[in-house]
Structures are given as C-alpha cells and as structure tokens.
C-alpha cells in the first residue's frame, strides 16, 4: 500500500503534492507546547491557567515545506484543564514558521479585596505567536499570556465618603456639619451623579480611573459677631461653595469636603427689586364693553430670560403684585378656564367654557416700582 501511495503521489505537481495531506501527514515533525495563561484572579499573586476547552489556531504555509506550493497547513487545539497545549506541525531541515493565533474569549475576572465588584465580566486576548526556523525534530516550548479587556460601555467603579463641613458658626472653634439634605453634585464628561448630606457625611459611587469633579453651592444663616448689637447673631446670610476634582482608583476613599468660612450674601430685600402691580383683567362678558377682572386665585408665572430668577402672583380683586429683580426682562405666563357668557336675554344667558392664555413681558428697569396690567385673551 505505501509503494502504491508513493507512485500515486509521484505523478502530481509539486504544489498539489505538498498540499496533499497524505503528504503532509508523512513530513517529520516538530512538536510545540506550553501553558496558556491569564489574569483571571486579582486575589491571587502571578496569572492563572485560561479556562478548558480555550482555542488555538496554528498554520505553517505550504511554501515553507516547497517553495512551488500555496495555501496553508491549518490546525485547532485545545488548552487542556491543567492550562497546556500542544501540538505537531508539519517541518522539514531548512525550517518552517509557525504562527500559533490564540482565540479571544470572554470569562470572569476575580477583582482584588474590597473591591465595588467580586467578579468582572473580561475580554481576554493576545497577539499571535511568530515561530520561525522551527525543523523537524525540535521540541519547543512557547507560553502564551492572554491580556484582559474591559467589555464595551463597562465602566468599573469605586465608592468614596467622608464628611461634609463648613464653618456655620463663628462663635465656636472648628467646623460644623453641613445642613441634613445639602445636595453635592459629582459629575465628569460622561458621567453624573448626586448625594445628600447626612448628619454631616455622604457616600457615593463613582467612576474608576477617572477625573471627576464635584460641587455644591448652598446658603445658611451663619451666627457672626455682629458690630451694630455687640453680640453674635444669624441675622445674615452666608454662601457657601463645595468644590474639587480627583481621580479614584481604590474602592471605599475617605474624601473629606469642607466649605470654609463662606461669603456674607446679606443685601436689603428691595435694593434689587422692581414692585411691579396692577390690573388682571379678561373679556369674561361678552354682552357688556370692556374687560372683567380675572377670577380670584389664578397664577401668573413671572421667570427671567436666563431662568436665574422665578416667581408666582395670585390674583386677587382683579389685580396681582410681585417684586422682580432690577435691570432684568421678565417673562409672564398663566392661563385658566371660566365660563364666558356669549348671550344674554330676560331668561337665559348662554355661556361657553374657555381657556384664557396670560402672556407678556415686563421690560427691564432700575426704578423701584413699575405698574403693569396684564391681560387674559
């Protein structure tokens, strides 16, 4: 049988020879083995076997074996449960390059102690294995080490707390807690996020290995030594201002927040506002000439350009007043429902519910007091 495998084989081309895999499967070898690697536990020191079962994908081309053929010699293995391969390639004395393709592939990683996450879903990769001048007879040894890669759109993330404080209280040496419900905002590019003091701490998750920012902006009646009474009082209003950045790259940071002595915000309450008022009136009857007062209870919104401002009037005896700031345009708005009489006669009067719409605005001014009538259609 073999003298009539050899004088089939004799009478193709050398390409279709080399290709043959009767051919192929009679060359000398040469065999390659090693581990297979990984960090797949953060718990543990050095790197650990890849799973079973994981894929390599080895080729020598057949112009390596003769230089008239084409195509490739092509074979899988697969990592053994104690993290080894091995595999017998094809090769001849003057040498054969090997290149070993090991699979991606996705498996837990075990994250270190304390960490926001026990496991991590991972990509695992690595670049191919380049062998070259691999002959027949050789035996060699080459490891692979895989590398770990986050999934797409996985942020890891990390806790951090600490205390939040401020100085509220210039009769008293140190620092006291910020108010119950402060709300401090951390955010970066992509991300945000928010937290509430409590009992003068907060915690909050965040991005890992990423800056992130923070900031809160919040007012308190801040007791200070006041020169006209000769004594501490909290007659004044105080600013305050969280702000800062960092990067977090463990789990449960201690990042103490302090607000400082704050800034005195205390102004006369109509130094800066305009006391706008006047007449809210609407076409309620239209039987009789002129406008009716709206009803009693109806809202106006009143809101600067910039929404740096906004306030409510309640109308009232068919008029409203408000205190708007100074130099600033203000928009108005309301609307509301009432039954408009249409028709009239000595026995029944016809009515039609409608919705009335209040808009307009209030030019800017520096004058202290502005009458301005608003109008319902």
């Not at 009992?199 to 007791?223: A, C, D, E, M, R």
């Not at 009474?229 to 004044?236: A, G, P």
């Amino acid at each position: 049988m073999a003298i009539l495998a050899l004088i089939s084989l004799s009478s193709c081309n050398n390409e279709e020879v080399v290709s043959s895999p009767i051919y192929v499967d009679n060359l000398p070898k040469a065999d390659i083995s090693g581990y297979v690697t990984a960090e797949m536990n953060l718990q543990s020191d050095g790197a650990e076997f890849v799973p079973e079962g994981t894929q390599l994908f080895v080729e020598v081309n057949y112009s390596d074996l003769n230089s008239s053929a084409t195509g490739k010699w092509k074979d899988t293995v697969s990592v053994t449960s104690s993290g080894q391969y091995e595999v017998g390639i094809p090769a001849n004395g003057s040498g054969v390059t090997v290149t070993i393709t090991p699979l991606t592939f996705e498996a837990n990683q075990e994250q270190a102690y304390g960490s926001f996450h026990n496991q991590i879903n991972k990509i695992y990769s690595t670049s191919p294995i380049i062998l070259t001048s691999v002959r027949a007879g050789q035996t060699l040894k080459s490891n692979i080490t895989y590398s770990p890669s986050d999934l797409p759109n996985f942020t890891d993330k990390v806790s951090i707390s600490g205390n939040a404080q401020a100085n509220l209280d210039a009769s008293i040496v140190g620092l006291e807690n910020i108010p119950n419900g402060t709300v401090i905002n951390f955010y970066n590019s992509t991300w945000k996020d928010s937290v509430a003091v409590q009992n003068g701490t907060y915690s909050i998750i965040v991005p890992k290995n990423s800056l992130i920012y923070w900031k809160s902006i919040f007012k308190y009646s801040k007791n200070v030594w006041s020169s006209t009474t000769l004594s501490f009082d909290n007659s004044h209003t105080y600013e305050y201002t969280i702000t800062g950045s960092n990067t977090f790259t463990t789990n449960t940071t201690n990042v103490d927040l302090t607000a400082g002595e704050g800034t005195d915000t205390w102004v006369d309450p109509l130094a800066n506002v305009v006391q706008v008022s006047g007449s809210a009136l609407a076409d309620l009857d239209l039987t009789v000439s002129g406008l009716e007062n709206i009803p009693d209870g109806v809202k106006i919104t009143f809101y600067a350009t910039d929404n740096s401002w906004g306030g409510t009037a309640i109308v009232s005896g068919g008029k409203y007043s408000i205190n708007i700031p100074r130099n600033t345009l203000v928009y108005y708005s309301g609307t509301f429902n009432y039954y408009k009489i249409t028709t009239t006669t000595t026995t029944t009067t016809t009515t039609v519910l409608t919705t009335y719409t209040i808009s307009g605005s209030i030019p800017s001014t520096s004058n202290s007091t502005l009458s301005n009538n608003v109008t319902g259609y």
